[in-house]
């Protein structure tokens, strides 16, 4: 693997600044006393091109501090986009998909995430990680809801080259009639050898916010309620959330407490969207979401895309 340039701006208490030279961003790394979970911190758009994606984790390896080594690193929702299956070009049910055109996406997704993943820069985030997860996303049109997609998550175990896959179960509204839902909550839960993790999509965690729950139809109150027993019998160590963006520390923070008062086996969890507001300027400070978004000690690779 090429190694690129980097240049260390400065040093501020717990935080520190590299620009990567002749690369399309800064990365500020953000490092507790003993972390245990690392997150990939997009403070800007982000296209999801796999190009972009393998470049950002060979960076990410070149800032990461000595002698610090963590279980899991994570990213967002959408962190990597890949084209639609020409194959797939009509959905019957999107809230309760046929699972073989599900396995039809997981493979592609796949796919694509192993060609990023390849054995020398898999090799070289083993030094520092045994885990990875982030969402991978896939428009049959491109940023409709209302038509079929995906929003899949993977975990993979980098010293075994093992992938686990899991996706979005619970939708927004928005998504009623076009996301492709993963009906099998089963595989929202995996056991390691690090604890028993929870692994959550971007709308997922709202499963543990009752805001409107008698108004709520019937089909969402069921889905939460199997969702909440299914967690409360798997007893999660960890929780692993995956949203596109969060810009402001009330987005999950209803979410987030019901959840603790509910499954009290939960030691800590962290969530790694975006740092980004589509509709305009960011509500809270980067540092507040960071520290709302998390239980527990992290390194943060806050990652600001260059405009121009």
């Known amino acids: 693997m090429k190694t690129r340039k980097i240049k ?21 790394v953000r490092l507790d006393s003993n972390p245990f979970i690392g997150r990939i911190v997009i403070a800007g758009g982000w296209s999801g091109n796999s190009v972009f994606v393998r470049r950002l984790f ?5 800032v990461w ?34 699972w073989n055109i599900v396995q039809v ?19 070289r985030l083993v030094e520092f990680v045994n885990y990875l997860s982030f969402g991978v996303d896939s428009y049959m049109v491109e940023g409709n809801l209302r038509k079929p997609h995906v929003e899949l998550v993977c975990l993979v175990d980098l010293l075994e080259d093992r992938y686990y896959w899991t996706g979005k179960s619970y939708p927004t ?27 959550l999509g971007c709308h997922d965690l709202t499963v543990f916010n009752n805001r409107n729950w008698r108004r709520m139809r019937e089909w969402r109150r069921k889905i939460k309620s ?29 979410s987030w407490r019901t959840l603790m008062k509910e499954i009290d086996s939960v030691r800590m969890y962290a969530g790694a969207g975006r740092y980004y507001n589509p509709f305009g300027k960011e509500r809270s400070k980067l540092i507040d979401v960071l520290m709302e978004t998390k239980l527990g000690d992290t390194i943060d690779f806050i990652v600001r895309p260059k405009v121009g």
């Open 8 to 28: 260390r701006k400065y040093v501020s208490g717990d935080v520190r600044e590299y620009e990567v030279s002749g690369g399309n961003w800064r990365i500020n």
């Open 58 to 62: 060979e960076d990410v390896c070149e």
């Open 65 to 98: 501090p000595e002698n610090v080594r963590v279980n899991f690193l994570m990213a967002c929702g959408g962190f990597v986009i890949f084209e639609w299956p020409s194959s797939i070009s009509y959905v019957e049910n999107n809230l309760f998909p046929d």
């Open 105 to 123: 996406l997981v493979g592609e997704a796949e796919k694509v995430c192993r060609r990023i993943l390849n054995d020398e820069l898999r090799e």
């Open 173 to 199: 509204v928005d998504q009623e009639r076009g996301l492709v839902r993963i009906s099998d909550s089963d595989t929202h839960f995996v056991s390691l050898d690090v604890g028993r993790v929870m692994i």
């Open 226 to 254: 199997e969702f909440r027993s299914l967690a409360k019998g798997f007893r999660p160590t960890i929780v692993l959330h995956h949203p596109h963006e969060t810009d402001s520390v009330f987005t999950w923070r209803n």
